[in-house]
């Protein structure tokens, strides 16, 4: 995972322009690829405090957001069936998959902090981020589908392995 080193290298004032540009709309920018570095480690550390969070406290005492129960319901309602300890890059990229999720994820605009921010999440809730194992998925997927993690279990074998427990 990335550190804040790569931040720290672009020096204050580099730092202050990176957070400015990151709060902007995507749609304020083109395939900017300094952006797109940009985005790669907020996002890549992001991820890397959530899995060191969820390996050192037992999952099931987590709370992510203000509205973790309201998430937890409308996403087991939405997805009842959807298989959150492996999931499927169509799970979440297919048209279909979308289609389903468009809706969703627009329920918490305003709701749920940068609910459509570009978020890493596991496929397979049992191993760390790799390389294989990232999908990219909004803020407000990943808040749904770890939430639900977490509340079923699934990533208590994350925290035991680490926890030695």
């Known amino acids: 995972m990335a550190s804040d080193s790569a931040l720290a290298a672009l020096g204050p004032e580099g730092a202050s322009a990176a957070a400015h540009a990151l709060s902007l709309p995507a749609d304020a920018y083109g395939n900017d690829p300094r952006l797109e570095a940009m985005w790669a480690i907020k996002a890549s550390n992001h991820?890397?405090?959530y899995f060191n969070l969820i390996s050192?406290?037992?999952p099931k005492f987590l709370k992510l957001t203000k509205?973790?129960?309201k998430l937890y319901?409308?996403?087991?309602?939405?997805?009842k069936d959807?298989?959150?300890k492996q999931l499927k890059t169509e799970d979440l990229k297919s048209d279909e998959a979308k289609e389903r999720w468009r809706p969703f994820c627009n329920q918490f605009e305003g709701i749920v902090d940068d609910f459509n921010y570009g978020t890493l999440l596991r496929l397979d809730?049992?191993?760390e981020y790799t390389e294989e194992n990232t999908i990219f998925a909004t803020r407000v997927q990943f808040y749904a589908i770890e939430i639900?993690?977490?509340r079923e279990g699934l990533n208590d074998t994350?925290?035991?392995?680490?926890t030695n427990r």
């Not at 319901?73 to 997805?79: D, L």
């Not at 994350?158 to 680490?162: D, G, H």
């Open 125 to 127: 809730s049992e191993k």
């Open 73 to 79: 319901t409308m996403f087991r309602e939405s997805f």
């Open 47 to 49: 991820a890397e405090v």
């Open 158 to 162: 994350v925290f035991k392995a680490k």
């Open 148 to 150: 639900a993690r977490n």
């Open 67 to 69: 509205v973790d129960d």
């Open 82 to 84: 959807l298989d959150i």
């Open 56 to 58: 050192s406290v037992d």
